[in-house]
Protein backbone atom coordinates (compact mmCIF):
# COMPACT_ATOMS: atom_id res chain seq x y z
CA UNK A 1 0.00 0.00 0.00
CA UNK A 2 1.19 3.33 -0.69
CA UNK A 3 -0.17 6.90 0.92
CA UNK A 4 0.02 9.55 -1.66
CA UNK A 5 0.07 12.91 -0.68
CA UNK A 6 0.53 16.19 -3.11
CA UNK A 7 0.82 20.15 -1.80
CA UNK A 8 2.02 22.65 -3.05
CA UNK A 9 -1.25 24.26 -4.86
CA UNK A 10 -2.07 27.82 -4.90
CA UNK A 11 -3.23 31.01 -7.15
CA UNK A 12 -0.87 32.34 -9.66
CA UNK A 13 -1.09 34.97 -12.32
CA UNK A 14 -0.95 33.83 -15.47
CA UNK A 15 2.70 33.57 -16.46
CA UNK A 16 3.39 32.78 -13.30
CA UNK A 17 4.71 29.85 -11.63
CA UNK A 18 4.17 26.16 -9.10
CA UNK A 19 6.03 23.62 -8.03
CA UNK A 20 3.87 20.78 -6.82
CA UNK A 21 4.99 17.89 -4.97
CA UNK A 22 3.75 14.41 -3.98
CA UNK A 23 4.61 12.55 -1.11
CA UNK A 24 4.30 8.94 -0.76
CA UNK A 25 4.65 6.33 2.35
CA UNK A 26 4.42 3.64 3.22
CA UNK A 27 6.68 1.91 0.09
CA UNK A 28 9.65 3.04 -1.47
CA UNK A 29 8.80 5.36 -4.57
CA UNK A 30 11.54 3.66 -6.34
CA UNK A 31 10.22 1.02 -8.13
CA UNK A 32 6.83 2.94 -9.23
CA UNK A 33 5.61 5.26 -11.92
CA UNK A 34 3.97 8.71 -10.99
CA UNK A 35 1.88 10.66 -12.72
CA UNK A 36 0.27 13.48 -12.75
CA UNK A 37 -3.30 14.36 -13.76
CA UNK A 38 -5.57 17.39 -13.55
CA UNK A 39 -9.53 17.66 -12.90
CA UNK A 40 -11.34 21.10 -13.89
CA UNK A 41 -15.03 21.58 -12.77
CA UNK A 42 -17.26 19.50 -14.84
CA UNK A 43 -14.54 17.55 -16.95
CA UNK A 44 -13.07 14.27 -17.06
CA UNK A 45 -9.10 13.74 -15.25
CA UNK A 46 -7.08 14.69 -17.82
CA UNK A 47 -3.28 13.29 -18.28
CA UNK A 48 -0.48 16.11 -17.59
CA UNK A 49 2.86 13.70 -17.35
CA UNK A 50 4.03 10.82 -16.31
CA UNK A 51 7.53 10.04 -15.65
CA UNK A 52 8.56 5.95 -14.99
CA UNK A 53 11.01 4.31 -12.46
CA UNK A 54 14.40 5.37 -12.36
CA UNK A 55 13.42 8.66 -15.08
CA UNK A 56 13.20 5.72 -17.61
CA UNK A 57 10.20 7.33 -19.30
CA UNK A 58 8.97 10.58 -19.31
CA UNK A 59 5.45 11.82 -20.89
CA UNK A 60 3.71 15.08 -21.20
CA UNK A 61 0.38 16.03 -22.42
CA UNK A 62 0.97 18.27 -25.65
CA UNK A 63 -0.25 21.58 -24.08
CA UNK A 64 1.82 21.49 -21.10
CA UNK A 65 5.34 20.35 -23.34
CA UNK A 66 8.00 22.80 -22.75
CA UNK A 67 6.17 25.12 -19.73
CA UNK A 68 6.05 21.83 -17.11
CA UNK A 69 8.66 19.78 -15.88
CA UNK A 70 8.29 16.08 -13.94
CA UNK A 71 11.13 15.29 -12.11
CA UNK A 72 11.46 12.81 -9.02
CA UNK A 73 13.41 12.49 -6.05
CA UNK A 74 13.88 8.50 -4.82
CA UNK A 75 15.89 8.90 -1.98
CA UNK A 76 13.28 11.28 -0.68
CA UNK A 77 10.05 9.47 -1.78
CA UNK A 78 8.93 12.35 -3.44
CA UNK A 79 8.32 13.34 -7.08
CA UNK A 80 7.76 16.99 -8.43
CA UNK A 81 5.47 18.89 -11.15
CA UNK A 82 7.60 22.18 -11.96
CA UNK A 83 4.87 24.20 -13.63
CA UNK A 84 5.73 27.61 -15.62
CA UNK A 85 4.13 29.96 -17.85
CA UNK A 86 1.06 28.62 -16.32
CA UNK A 87 -2.01 29.55 -18.19
CA UNK A 88 -6.01 30.07 -17.22
CA UNK A 89 -6.98 26.84 -18.86
CA UNK A 90 -4.38 24.68 -16.39
CA UNK A 91 -6.43 25.76 -13.58
CA UNK A 92 -8.03 22.11 -12.01
CA UNK A 93 -7.13 20.38 -9.22
CA UNK A 94 -4.17 18.09 -9.90
CA UNK A 95 -3.90 14.83 -8.81
CA UNK A 96 -0.31 12.73 -8.33
CA UNK A 97 -0.87 8.47 -8.91
CA UNK A 98 1.05 6.12 -8.12
CA UNK A 99 1.60 2.50 -10.50
CA UNK A 100 3.96 0.38 -12.15
CA UNK A 101 4.47 1.74 -15.45
CA UNK A 102 4.03 5.30 -16.80
CA UNK A 103 0.75 5.51 -18.52
CA UNK A 104 -1.48 8.13 -20.15
CA UNK A 105 -4.66 6.09 -18.88
CA UNK A 106 -5.59 6.97 -14.89
CA UNK A 107 -6.72 3.69 -15.14
CA UNK A 108 -3.76 2.32 -14.89
CA UNK A 109 -2.68 3.73 -11.40
CA UNK A 110 -3.30 2.21 -8.47
CA UNK A 111 -2.44 5.21 -5.81
CA UNK A 112 -4.18 8.30 -5.35
CA UNK A 113 -3.60 11.79 -3.54
CA UNK A 114 -7.05 13.63 -2.91
CA UNK A 115 -5.72 16.50 -4.71
CA UNK A 116 -4.16 19.86 -4.87
CA UNK A 117 -5.77 22.97 -6.03
CA UNK A 118 -4.21 25.41 -9.10
CA UNK A 119 -5.98 28.64 -9.83
CA UNK A 120 -4.47 30.90 -12.72
CA UNK A 121 -5.92 33.62 -12.99
CA UNK A 122 -5.78 36.22 -16.26
Do not use: H
Not at 35 to 49: L, T
Not at 85 to 113: H, M, Q, R
Request: charged fraction near 15%; glycine fraction near 12%.
Amino acid sequence: QVQVAESGGGSVQTGGSLRLSCAASGRTLRSYAVGWFRQAPGKERQFVSAIGWSSNNILYEDSVKGRFTIFRDDASNMAYLQMSSLKPEDTAVYFCAVGSYAELDPGLYSYWGQGTQVTVSS
